[in-house]
């Protein structure tokens, strides 16, 4: 058959694929803002941009009138989305909006709560249902206890005194507290985040909440000293609320929101509240107890991209794009296909110039295990290379040749 | 009779002697102290140190707390601070200078003819360490984990039924009294049929990227101390942190497998066995140098039903330490004297004269002495250990591929996945070779 048919008919077979791709996303999502004692104009569009890269989202961002302004005006139809997401501090919103939040919510629709947003309407009753915990703004004991772990136990602590603090902003770690929510299964138990303010004593009703994740307010950097609540889960009528207390922003968003722990736990909260189960799977790079990691793009690094990036790797730099290319094999076992597919993407690296002698090794490191015949040849001849050559022979040594 | 007993014989022999103030030449350090009812030297297990950095001086400290039992008379490192280090310990405490000293393990081996030596090295020396001591018929102190591989691992196991040396593992937590009094309740199915083993083994730690490429200290032979593993440059990595590397170790996983896996095995008599079917999940750090799993979920089914799930503590109910759960209740049992379990009364049982008495060691490295001088069978013998890291190693082939992994057992092969089972052994760097039996 002539090659330019076969052409055709592949490009043919890929057309339903490609409109696969670009399916329009099931879910719509409002993001609310205009109105925040932080940035907003920095972390409402990263917002946006976080919720879309799930594929499961398509975005509005609302702004609301300026401080002072006539909220009469501000009458979002709650009703056309499956998601509302609140980056907002402000005036109080008129009680007709107010009303239909809340119907909107016992309805069954889904909330996510981000950070500062916690210390909104701090007289709207049902809104603090909502949110669990909420600080400042004369929150005190009248709003409910202090909620945070001591050990493995959730306390509720119902001392008097004022809610809501942060100490200064620093990278820490975050320990997932509930691993059967669908939020959080299958994270890790520990993991480094971002530099961010970590909010604390925060006070609340606390009803119908999971805390699904905490991290030790460390007294060195102003803290409390307590296990604080991070994450939270909770349920108000039909609806489903995720409130992260976590992201504090920074031009282009900055650690606390490009942190890779900070936008997965956000996508997989949006997809919960939005849907009630979750079906993102957890990306290679989510942080450890090890490192913290960030998506300076917000987006993430797909395999693809990894191989190209790990061409000129620099080990002083970062393996992360190696470490990225592990995951990928484990999480292809048992798939002949897709290991083969590999197998050849790390060979052309294995034959290409430009990648330098470390990113070789590190491909030969792999294929020492997972590769088949095809790779064989190519390895050979890098015995011939003084600097490949020890790690060469390893490999052609484990695949018995 | 092989010539290590006559040797032996020939040592209890001279002990008799001794207490006549005969002096016995060649090994025997000036001040004979074989006087005024005090043991005498001749009769003290004389021992030589390999590796001798924190693990391997804390061994030799714990050998000369012991009254009147070894007598150190040649210590071996690559890092020859450390080594000085060793020799002034063994220098006190024969009160002369003569412990020699060797910065290649291979002059040490040819050179000295000890009883016995205590061994504690990163784990991809293993290996070759282990097998050529073995081979030159010592008996061996030796740190857990047995091996970086199981390769490694089954190569060691055969050399040491060979030779038929004493073999004590540093899995000295056999040694204590409430695992085993943990262990020895639960074998004697104090509650019930055993249908879980679950291992809390501590968290990894953070990383530290990749630190720039070092000028190697002059008191370290980094050449050597690389041996068998791939070549690496110096990053300022080396004591005490390669077990957060990979090509050395396993991280805290295979750190601790051999003691609180090996627990769980000795309670639940699985110490001479291994699992069928091993499947889990890890967590690695996202970058730098320290690549061992941070967390690590894994789960082994055994033959008999029993299954095994060995995680980082933070991810269990009890944290750290071996629980058994059985049909009629639970035990735990951690370092720090924890000994718990479903129902207190349970921990008041009696074992019965005509019940399973698990060997009873109350001082690791005095019973190490005792069964060099006696030729029993130390607490901590070769198989368990090598079956305890194997848990580990196969938990981590799991990890890594992604695969449910076979395993028999008996065999001791991987059913029916060549790639798994290519990460059975780890090639050495030439000139390095793993032993021959």
Known sequence: MNKKYIFIILAALLIPLINGCNKKPANKALIITGQNNHDWKLSSPVLGQILEETGLFSVDIMTTPQQGGDMIKFNPDFSRYKLVVLDYVGDPWSEKTNSEFVDYVKNGGGVVVYHASCMAFPDWKEYNEMTGLGGWMNRNEKDGPYVYYVGNQLIFDTTRGPAGSHGDAHEFEVRTRNTGHPVTKGLPVRWMHGTDELYQQLRGPAKNMQVLATAFADTSFKGTGRNEPVLLALEYGKGRIFNTLLGHAGEGGGPAMQCTGFIVTLQRGAEWAATGAVTQIIPADFPTAAAVVLRPGIREITTCEAFEMITDYDIQKSTRYYTQIQAAISDAAGDEKKLSGLEKKMVKVLKNNKATAEAKKLMLRELSWMGSDYCIKPIKELVNVPELKDEAEFALERLGK | ?437
């Not at chain 2, 009883?115 to 784990?123: E, F, G, M, R, T």
């Not at chain 2, 540093?170 to 085993?180: C, D, E, K, L, V």
């Not at chain 2, 799930?309 to 009629?328: F, I, P, Q």
């Not at chain 2, 008495?357 to 130390?378: E, I, P, T």
């Open chain 2, 1 to 437: 009779m092989s010539e290590k007993t006559s040797r032996r014989e020939f040592i209890r022999r001279s002990a008799v002697i001794a207490a006549g103030a005969f002096v016995i030449p060649e090994i025997i350090p000036s001040p004979a102290m074989g006087m005024g009812g005090r043991t005498a030297p001749s009769d003290r297990v004389v021992i030589g140190a390999i590796g001798t950095g924190s693990q391997g001086m804390a061994n030799m400290r714990d050998f000369l707390r012991l009254k009147d039992a070894v007598q150190f008379v040649a210590v071996c490192d690559v890092d020859s601070a450390r080594l000085n280090r060793a020799k002034m310990m063994a220098d006190n405490a024969n009160k002369n200078q003569d412990c020699r000293t060797y910065a290649d393990f291979r002059e040490f081996l040819e050179k000295e003819t000890p009883d016995a030596v205590s061994i504690a090295l990163p784990d991809h020396w293993h290996g070759i360490i282990y097998t050529e001591a073995v081979n030159k018929k010592l008996h061996v102190y030796g740190e857990k984990p047995i091996s970086r591989t199981i390769k490694d691992g089954q190569t060691i196991v055969e050399a040491v039924k060979k030779n038929n040396i004493i073999w004590q593992t540093g899995s000295w937590q056999r040694s204590q009294a409430h695992f085993h009094r943990g262990a020895e309740l639960v074998i004697n199915g104090r509650i019930g049929k055993i249908s879980k083993i679950v291992v809390g083994l501590p968290d990894g730690g953070r990383s530290i990227g990749t630190p720039p490429v070092k000028e190697v200290p002059p008191e370290l032979n980094w050449e050597m101390w690389l041996g068998p593993a791939p070549k690496a440059p110096y990053r300022g990595v080396s004591h005490w942190d390669w077990r957060w590397i990979l090509d050395y170790s396993g991280g805290q996983l295979t750190d601790w497998a051999g003691h609180h896996i090996d627990i769980g095995n000795w309670g639940a008599g699985l110490e001479y066995t291994g699992p069928v079917e091993i499947s889990g999940k890890g967590v690695y750090p996202p970058e730098g140098i320290y690549n061992a799993p941070v967390e690590y979920d894994f789960t082994c089914r055994y033959a008999n039903g029993i299954e095994m799930r060995v995680a980082n503590a933070s991810r269990l109910e009890h944290g750290m330490g071996t629980t058994w759960y059985g049909d009629l209740g639970w035990i735990h049992t951690d370092r720090g004297n924890v000994l718990t379990a479903s129902n207190p009364e349970i921990l008041k049982e009696v074992i019965g004269e005509n019940e399973i008495h698990l060997y009873k060691s109350q001082n690791h490295w005095q019973n190490f002495v005792d069964c060099v001088r006696s030729g029993n069978q130390a607490i901590a013998p070769i198989e368990p250990a090598y079956r305890a890291i194997s848990v580990a190693l196969l938990g981590e082939m799991a990890m890594a591929t992604g695969e449910t992994i076979r395993w028999d057992p008996d065999k001791e092969e991987i059913i029916d996945n060549p790639r798994a089972a290519r990460l059975l052994s780890r090639p050495y760097r030439k000139p390095w070779t793993l032993p021959t039996v």
